[in-house]
């Protein structure tokens, strides 16, 4: 994890598990410097926990973007960091600098493949899909969406 300011300098940084614990001390790190972006690299794969976590559990009393940082960046990024190789810290100044430098990089994606939506719970399951459609830019979810109070889950 870090935390760059607008000139990209590093002001904190540090291993933090990607764990629940983990994310509530990333909140915490956030809050206290009042962090206005967080970009995160593979949303769709290693970083979903963390995204989905903070874009539907951080409430700060600011408005934040939690971002997708492209893979392909963070590695352009990285090889301008002479000798400092592929490492967890270098990947993710690199991934703090593309964040604060680049504004129209997309919301991260908190889902993945097609929706079905089974009959007898279809107002949950389209109310679901339009509170989830602003953060998907890629294909709707793959899941099975049901209310377990009204029917059986339907399976996708």
């Known amino acids: 994890m870090a935390v760059v300011d607008d000139a990209g300098r590093l002001i904190a940084g540090g291993d933090i598990p990607n764990t629940e614990l983990g994310f509530v001390q ?7 410097h009042h962090v206005l972006r967080v970009g995160i ?19 700060p009393d600011w408005p934040v973007a939690v971002v997708e ?3 392909l960046m963070t ?6 960091q002479l000798g400092k190789g592929k490492t967890d810290p270098v990947d993710a100044l690199a991934i ?3 964040t ?7 919301p991260v994606r908190l889902t993945v493949g097609p929706l079905r939506i089974c009959e007898p719970c279809s107002t949950t399951a389209k109310t679901w899909s339009a509170n ?6 890629g294909p709707t979810p793959n899941w099975s969406v049901c209310d377990p109070a009204t029917s ?4 996708s």
């Open 75 to 80: 590695s352009r990024e990285r090889r301008g």
């Open 41 to 59: 690299e593979g949303s769709g794969n290693f970083g979903r926990a963390v995204a989905v976590h903070l874009v539907l559990r951080w409430q």
């Open 69 to 71: 940082v492209p893979t």
């Open 26 to 32: 990333l909140v915490n790190m956030f809050d206290t």
């Open 132 to 137: 989830a459609a602003p953060w998907s830019t």
């Open 152 to 155: 059986n889950r339907s399976q």
């Open 96 to 98: 703090a600098r593309i």
């Open 100 to 106: 604060a430098r680049e504004q129209q990089l997309p």
